[in-house]
């Protein structure tokens, strides 16, 4: 059975750092695309970053690109998200995604077949 659980979120102040892991079991990562999204209160869930299964291409929303490097290990089953200068607005709960494919969807679709239950990321002073 496919499953993807997050981990790593936390409360920290504006600035800091924090990196998110995505284990995923029930598939090998090897083959598959994978995505980050973040959902705050009141706000429809949105796209951040997703890395084709080739590795060749990773795209980013504009708001964090600069700041969040997206990875994977695919040895570990493992994807992460590295985000650095965090702001009060980052504030959400963070998943992953996949719908085992190979490529990334636009990363405003959120058509997936698959998500973790999602971690909270606070950023506050």
């Known amino acids: 059975q496919e499953q993807l659980v997050e981990s790593g979120g936390g409360l920290v102040q504006p600035g800091e750092s924090l990196r998110l892991s995505c284990e995923v079991s029930g598939f090998s990562l090897n083959y598959y695309a994978i995505s980050w999204f973040r959902q705050a209160p009141g706000k429809e869930r949105e796209g951040l970053s997703c890395?084709?299964?080739?590795?060749?291409?990773?795209y980013y929303e504009e708001s964090v690109k600069g700041r969040f490097t997206m990875s994977r290990d695919n040895a570990k089953n493992t994807a992460y998200l590295q985000m650095n200068s965090l702001k009060p607005e980052d504030t959400a709960v963070y998943y992953c995604?996949?719908?085992?494919?190979?490529?990334?969807?636009?990363?405003?679709?959120?058509?997936?077949?698959?998500w973790g239950q999602g971690t909270q990321v606070t950023v506050s002073s």
């Open positions: 995604a996949t719908d085992l494919d190979l490529i990334c969807r636009e990363l405003g679709d959120t058509r997936y077949d698959y």
């Open positions: 890395i084709t299964a080739s590795y060749t291409t990773t």
